[in-house]
């Protein structure tokens, strides 16, 4: 199976270039911008049977004050990139967001709940999915959460994790909301959970791939901490007291049960933490 991985550098793109070794060939911003149909014709050359596209502008304030950018690479990106799939016959993964829910249901979303993005990021990649399921005929639509991983997010300098342990580390006081809640997940756990997932051939659609649970991002916080034996003063505070200019959803979890029918399974988001705490902890690299 050879499988073309775009955006290969990035904080998930990383993990999946790991974990799908010599079968993984690797496209970074560099040589293939989705946003130009021209950088595409690289795919013809490698002719891969899955492409998976992880290219996304994940800056959620500034998406509002550029949504020709969001739009250019999550959903426009996403229409090019799923017509050269349908051209070649391969696989179309495209990698979502749970910000394609508004976060009122008050309970975690499945792959069956309506989307009803509230924020341009969340529209751009809603509209991504859409242009992937009617634009390439065998696709996957993947919805991830709260990403955390080796590679850090290279949209946002960093990611909640190190974020947190950063601010610890400076002596610094750590206010995070305690009323918005979603699924932290691992990127080296959805990438293994990915591999498996293509190698059953599932019935194409949508599907979540999160690590078990969800939780406040105070919790989280407080969980990273723990884990990391710091002691630090951090502070619960509410999400109206953040002067931010996208909405954000309220709760926006998911639950991964679709997967389950493939004998894929993400550990629980406590246990991914500690896995990639000592991963970040004990390299040398970082």
């Known amino acids: 199976?050879?499988?073309?991985?775009?955006?290969?550098?990035?904080?998930?793109?990383?993990?999946?270039?790991?974990?799908f070794g010599e079968n993984a060939i690797p496209f970074t911003h560099d040589e293939l911008d989705v946003s130009r149909p021209d950088t595409l014709d690289i795919l013809r050359k490698v002719n891969p049977d899955v492409i998976i596209?992880?290219?996304?502008?994940v800056r959620v304030d500034d998406a509002?004050?550029?949504?020709?950018?969001?739009?250019?690479?999550n959903a426009i990106g996403a229409m090019n990139v799923a017509r050269i799939a349908e051209k070649l016959g391969a696989v179309n993964v495209y990698i979502s967001t749970d910000y394609v829910f508004d976060g009122t249901k008050g309970?975690?979303?499945?792959?069956?709940?309506?989307?009803?993005?509230?924020?341009?990021?969340?529209?751009?990649?809603?509209?991504?999915?859409?242009?992937?399921?009617?634009?390439?005929?065998?696709?996957?639509i993947v919805r991830v959460a709260s990403l955390f991983g080796g590679a850090g997010a290279r949209g946002k300098g960093g990611n909640f994790v190190t974020f947190i342990l950063e601010k610890a580390k400076r002596g610094e006081e750590i206010r995070v909301v305690d009323d918005m809640f979603m699924s932290p997940t691992y990127t080296r756990d959805v990438a293994e959970?990915?591999?498996r997932f293509l190698a059953?051939?599932?019935?194409?659609?949508?599907?979540?791939?999160?690590?078990?649970?969800f939780c406040s991002w105070y919790e989280f916080a407080q969980e990273i901490l723990d884990v990391a034996n710091l002691d630090a003063q951090i502070t619960r505070i509410k999400s109206n007291e953040l002067s931010r200019l996208a909405k954000r959803p309220q709760n926006s979890a998911l639950t991964a049960e679709k997967i389950k029918r493939y004998s894929v399974k993400l550990n629980s988001w406590k246990q991914a933490l500690k896995n990639y705490m000592f991963y970040i902890m004990s390299s040398p690299f970082l």
């Open 1 to 19: 199976m050879r499988v073309a991985v775009i955006g290969a550098n990035g904080q998930l793109g990383s993990d999946i270039m790991r974990v």
């Open 193 to 195: 959970a990915l591999y």
């Open 53 to 57: 596209n992880t290219a996304a502008y």
């Open 200 to 213: 059953e051939k599932p019935e194409y659609g949508v599907y979540h791939m999160v690590n078990e649970g």
């Open 107 to 140: 309970a975690p979303y499945t792959e069956e709940d309506r989307p009803n993005p509230i924020n341009v990021y969340g529209i751009s990649k809603y509209t991504g999915e859409i242009f992937t399921r009617n634009y390439s005929s065998k696709h996957y």
């Open 64 to 73: 509002e004050m550029h949504p020709e950018i969001a739009f250019n690479v």
